[in-house]
């Protein structure tokens, strides 16, 4: 099974600052370790919500907002897609993803991360018969 990690943002990446190299070291490495385990699938940042825009459908019309956007808290930073046999696996994954983030930030760094099955065809092969 597939799932989405997603990493929540926070005021530092919403300003535009990047990481600290030695985070950006520290996740480079564990991603080469799970990708090369086949547990990795891809990942990616976002840029800050300054960059880009939200679409709401709402009454028939499609109405376009430019960023910036006022919840930090709700934006997604970045994601990674893993590949595990269950939920808890991926949460587990995702739990060590976070150490990583005290590890090198130290204990009083705040963050979340959101984990989300993705579905496949698999999932609607029923529904299409």
Known sequence: ????????????????????????AAV???????????????TGGLAPTSMGA?????GGNVVVTDGPFAETKEVIGGYAILEAASKEEAIEMAR?????????????YETEAEVRRMFDASDF????R
Do not use: C, T, W
Not at 16 to 24: K, Q, S, T, V, Y
């Open 96 to 108: 060590r993803f976070l150490q990583l983030h005290a590890d090198v930030l130290g204990p009083a």
């Open 28 to 42: 480079g490495k564990a991603s080469e370790e799970m990708a090369r385990a086949g547990i990795l699938v891809g």
């Open 54 to 58: 939200k679409l709401r459908l709402s």
């Open 125 to 128: 092969a029923s529904a299409n």
């Open 1 to 24: 099974m597939r799932f989405m990690v997603m990493m929540k943002a926070d005021k530092d990446y919403e300003a535009g600052i990047p990481p600290p190299p030695e985070l950006m």
